[in-house]
C-alpha cells in the first residue's frame, strides 16, 4: 500500500485505536491477572424476544443489553470483594467490518472496540441508555481490522505494552445465530453457547448467541481469578430480571428471565 494511503488510513482509525492504547489507564483491582490455564464456566439462559424487547424500550441493541447486564455482574462481583465500585471498567467488544449485508458476509474480519462500562451507575435501565448511546458513537468510528495491527517485532511488542496498561480484563461476544432449529441425523440441536477465548489479562469473557428464540450466554472464566465467578452469574441474571420488569412495568407485559 502507498505510503500516503497508509497514512490516511492510519489517521481515519486513530479515534478507534485511542480507545485500545492511549486512554487513562484506570486503577487496579482484583481482575487485573494474567489468565491461567484452568476454567470455570458457568450457562445462562434468556430470550431472545426478551432481550430485544429491552432493547426497544431504551433505543438500544441487544448487544447493549449484554453489556449493560455485564456491568451489573461486575459491580456485584466487585462489591462482594469489598472493592469499589465508583467510576468505570472497560470491555473489549468486537465489530464487524463488513460492508455487505450479513447474509453475504463471508470469512472473519474484525475490529475491536473498548467500551467504558458505568458500573458506579446502580440503575441498569439509566446504565443501559448511557452504554447505548457511547456504542452507537464508537460504532461510528473507523477501525482497523484486528489483522492489522501490528503483532511482532518491536512495534508488536510496544503495542502490547500500550494494550496492557489499560487494563481491560473484560471480553465479550454477541453472535446472531440461526432463527430456526438446526437438525443432526434427524436429532434437534436443542441449545447453543459460545466460548470466548481468554488471553493475557483478559480473565473473564462474557459471550451470547440467539439461536431459535433463545438467547444463550457462556461466561468463561480463569478458576483462579474468579473462584467466585457464581456471584458474577447471579449480577448478570439479577440484572436481566431487573430490565425485565422495568420494561414490563412500561409495557404491561409479563416479565420472565432464568
Given at each position: ?87 468505570v471498567l ?60 501490528p503483532h ?107
Open positions: 500500500m502507498h505510503p500516503v494511503t497508509t497514512g490516511r488510513h492510519f489517521l481515519a482509525a486513530w479515534p478507534a485505536m485511542r480507545e485500545i492504547i492511549a486512554g487513562r489507564p484506570l486503577p487496579a483491582t482484583s481482575l487485573d491477572r494474567l489468565a491461567g490455564p484452568d476454567r470455570n464456566l458457568a450457562l445462562i439462559r434468556s430470550s431472545l424476544k426478551l432481550i430485544k424487547g429491552v432493547a426497544h424500550t431504551s433505543h438500544a441493541t441487544v448487544n447493549d443489553v449484554l453489556l449493560t447486564a455485564t456491568g451489573g455482574g461486575l459491580r456485584a462481583l466487585l462489591n462482594s470483594r469489598g472493592e469499589p465500585v465508583e467510576g472497560r470491555i473489549y467488544v468486537p465489530v464487524s467490518l463488513h460492508q455487505e449485508p450479513r447474509a453475504q458476509a463471508r470469512g472473519n474480519l474484525i475490529g475491536q472496540m473498548v467500551v467504558p462500562l458505568p458500573i458506579g451507575v446502580s440503575n441498569p435501565v439509566l446504565r443501559l441508555r448511557l452504554i447505548a448511546k457511547d456504542t452507537a458513537q464508537r460504532k461510528a468510528r473507523s477501525r482497523p481490522s484486528l489483522g492489522m495491527v511482532r517485532g518491536i512495534a508488536g511488542r510496544a503495542f502490547l505494552k500500550l494494550v496492557a496498561r489499560q487494563r481491560v480484563n473484560v471480553n465479550s461476544a454477541d453472535i446472531p445465530g440461526p432463527e430456526t432449529p438446526l437438525y443432526f441425523a434427524g436429532s434437534r440441536l436443542l441449545e447453543v453457547f459460545p466460548m470466548v477465548q481468554l488471553i493475557g489479562k483478559v480473565s473473564l469473557a462474557v459471550g451470547a448467541i440467539s439461536y431459535a428464540g433463545q438467547f444463550n450466554i457462556m461466561v468463561v472464566a480463569d478458576r483462579d481469578a474468579y473462584p467466585d465467578v457464581d456471584i458474577f452469574v447471579a449480577g448478570v441474571q439479577d440484572e436481566l430480571r431487573a430490565l425485565a420488569a422495568r420494561r414490563s412495568a412500561d409495557t404491561g407485559q409479563v416479565a420472565g428471565a432464568s
